[in-house]
Each structure stands twice: as C-alpha cells, then as structure tokens.
C-alpha cells in the first residue's frame, strides 16, 4: 500500500483530478428528477405525475442506451490524443457525430411506432397516457442535442478535460431546473412545459460544450479541421458501437427483468426493490467516476504505445474502485436502515427492507470489477470482450443463479444480481490478464 502511494503520487493526483468532477456530475443528475417530481407533483391530478415518471423514464432509457456514443468516443479520442495525432482525432470524432445523427433521427422517426410499444407495456390508464405522450412528443426532439453532447463529453474525457462534462452538466442541469420552474409553475404548461424545458437545456447545454471544447482545443494549439473519415476507420467505429450497445442492452434487460419479476411478488417486494436500488445508484456516483477516468487514461496511455503507463491506470483504477467500494459497504452497515428511511416513511417497505440490506453491503465489493473494468476496457477500445462478458454473465451470473434459487423468492433475486455483477468483473479481470500475458494491450 505504501509503495502505491511513494512511487505514484502524481498519477493518484491526476486520476483523482479527472474522476472527481465526474463524481460530482453523476451526483447532480438525480437532483433534476427529484426537481421534476416535486414541481409536477405540486400539479392538480396524480396523473400528471404519473405520466412524467412514464415519459421521462422511458426517453432516461432511451438516452442511457445510447451511452455507447459516449463510450466509444471516449476509448478511441483519448488514444489519438496520447497519439498526439490530431487528423485522426478529427476523422473520429465527425465519424462518432455521424452515427450520432443518425441514432438520434432513427429515435425521431420511430417515435410513433415507440410510443405504441410504451402504450402496451406499461398498460397506463388513458388519463397516465395522454400525459406521457405528451412529454415524450415534445422531448424526443432533443435526442439530436442529447447524442451529440455524448460524443462531445466523449471528446471532453478523452482529451482529460475532466471539469468540462462537471460544467456542461451542471449548467444543463441549473438550466433545466429554472426553466422546469418557469414553464410549468410559471406560466402553467404542466406535463408539456417539463418536457421543453428539458429541450431548450440540451440544445442550451450543446452551445456551451462547443463553446468548451472551442477553449480547450486552443490551449493545445490545434488548428480545427473538419476531416472526413476513411472507410476503414468508419466502419471500425461502427462495430466498437455495435458491440459497446448490445452490452448496454444486456445490462438493461437484466434490470429491467429485476423490476418486472420483483412486481410478480407483491407490491411491497416491488417497493422494497424499488428502494434498495437507489443504493446501487449510490454506489455507481464514485465507482462510475473512477471508471470514467480509468477510461481517459488508459486509452490515453495506449494511444502513447506506452504499456506501462496501462498497467499503472489500471492498478491504480483499481486501487480507488476498491477504496470506495469498502466505504460504501461500511457506511451502508452503520447507515443502511437509516438511508431506507430517508427513502421510504411506509412501515412495512422499511420492514421488509431490513431483510435483504445485506445483499447491498456486500454488492459495492462485488461490482467494484465489473464498474473499473468496464472503464478500463474502453479505453483499450475491447467492447467485443465487453459483449462478451456481458452476455456470458446475464445467462450463467443472473438467469441460472435465479432459476435455481426461484424458491427463495427476493433473496433469490437479489443473489443472482449480485452473482450477475460479481461474474462480469471476473469475466473482464480474467480476459484482461489474457491481454496483459500474450502481450496484446496495445494491440
């Protein structure tokens, strides 16, 4: 431990440099949510709240699948930019804009045909639907701001400009609350005036990140070039998405089957659950600012051909991933009941939740792999053995352990979860040390 520290104090500084406005970042995206619920909470009819959480939560999926532009962009501009090769981060990044573009148009054209699938599974009363058409109608416009500010923030890390994605997203969010205040309480839009209150925030919030980047990019003396990518190079970046969204999709259906089964056992099991997640959110604020960083760096390091500076990122990602992983499973034992608490003033959801608050302070240890590898594999750009992984661990780390478990009900649930988090970081920390032995991590 002491020798972590003595030969690597500057790398620690650095790392926790670029990972600390990340935390800070995720931390204030929930505070936008909670700021929705509460104005539009404040309206008339529960149906008004009820067709926000339905709208906004189904565009929070569509966007958050679309992280994979974030991902991709991240992993490949960071290694052109430890390449110091600047027409190929140009090429990358218009190639990265393209399939943006064209993701985000794809979601515009098949809202009709989106709306009808929300309409049938979420069997919302007509009163709940009118209202989350509403919102979703209105907000899927921004999906062309939305996705280019992904490949931007992509852009942000992988040129270790840590406090820019801090600052875009704290002005969007800033922005999106005051507006939230002024459309719908102000000038009583309801459901519609949340909704364009979160367009004008991302169009808003793409001015600045250009503005950002714009600053950035003459500190490093570049002369800015729209490039048009190669053949190659394209299609390149088109399979690293490819594989970078199938592993996103995996991990969704995985959660989402946790939500849809835990409604099959009551509505307090479904409360319960409902709750206890929020700790897992808890846990991704530090884990997922680390893995970030771990992504900026090790692409970076690769991008340099340096194979020991990968090594170094890597141990040390590891190394703070484990740090709060073991924080959070201490404060959670002290404080866990107390944080269901904050969550939940319903007796018999605290009740119940005293059951299964163990499961959540051994999670932070168990998914601590899977956070820091996911970020270091993107950084060495290997979203097939990401793929991979996911899908080797959603069939034998979640479904078997919760078909041979189904009698145990929750706890069965929740031990697949934590089989399923705890496989693919061992997946990932197996094929990394493949990686390392045959010599392949700058390949």
Avoid at 200 to 215: E, H, Q, R, S
Wanted: net charge positive.
């Amino acid at each position: 431990m002491k020798e972590i520290f003595k030969n690597h104090k500057t790398h620690h500084i650095s790392l926790l440099l670029l990972a600390g406005p990340m935390i800070l970042s995720n931390i204030s995206v929930p505070l936008l949510g909670l700021v929705d619920t509460a104005v539009i909470g404040h309206l008339s009819e529960a149906h008004f709240l009820a067709g926000i959480a339905l709208g906004s939560g189904s565009i929070s999926l569509l966007f958050w699948l679309a992280s994979f532009l974030r991902m991709s962009a991240t992993g490949v501009l960071a290694q052109s930019y430890g390449a110091k090769n600047w027409p190929r981060l140009q090429q990358q990044l218009l190639a990265s804009l393209l399939i943006a573009w064209t993701f985000s148009i794809s979601l515009i054209f098949l809202s009709p045909w989106l709306l009808d699938a929300i309409k049938a599974l979420s069997n919302a009363s007509p009163d709940v639907f009118t209202q989350a058409q509403s919102y979703f109608e209105i907000r899927i416009f921004s999906a062309p701001a939305a996705m280019t500010n992904l490949v931007l923030l992509g852009l942000m890390l992988g040129m270790q400009y840590g406090k820019g994605p801090f600052y875009l997203l704290l002005f969007t969010n800033i922005t999106n609350i005051l507006l939230d205040i002024l459309f719908v309480i102000g000038f009583d839009w309801q459901v519609a005036g949340a909704a364009w209150a979160s367009v004008i925030a991302d169009y808003t919030a793409l001015l600045v990140a250009i503005l950002l980047i714009k600053k950035q990019l003459a500190k490093q003396q570049v002369n800015w070039r729209w490039l048009l990518p190669n053949k190659a190079q394209f299609l390149a970046l088109l399979s690293l998405n490819r594989d970078i969204f199938i592993r996103s999709l995996l991990l969704q259906l995985c959660f989402s089957f946790m939500t849809f089964y835990g409604a099959r056992m009551g509505e307090t099991t479904l409360a319960v659950n409902a709750v206890l997640l929020n700790f897992l959110m808890l846990v991704s604020f530090a884990l997922d600012g680390i893995a970030y960083a771990a992504e900026a760096k090790v692409g970076q390091a690769k991008g340099e051909g340096s194979e020991a500076k990968v090594k170094i990122w890597v141990n040390l990602s590891l190394f703070w991933g484990a740090l709060f992983a073991l924080l959070y499973s201490l404060v959670f034992a002290v404080f866990g009941l107390s944080i269901v608490k904050l969550l939940t003033n319903i007796p018999e959801v605290i009740s119940a939740s005293k059951t299964y608050l163990f499961w959540l302070i051994l999670l932070p240890l168990l998914a601590m792999w899977c956070f820091i590898f996911d970020g270091i594999f993107v950084g060495l750009t290997r979203a097939q053995d990401m793929r991979n992984s996911m899908f080797f661990s959603a069939i034998f780390g979640f479904m078997v352990p919760l078909w041979l478990t189904l009698e145990h009900e929750n706890h069965g649930l929740w031990f697949a979860m934590s089989c399923f988090m705890l496989l693919r970081g061992v997946t990932l920390a197996y094929r990394y040390r493949q990686i390392q032995r045959q010599g392949l991590l700058l390949q």
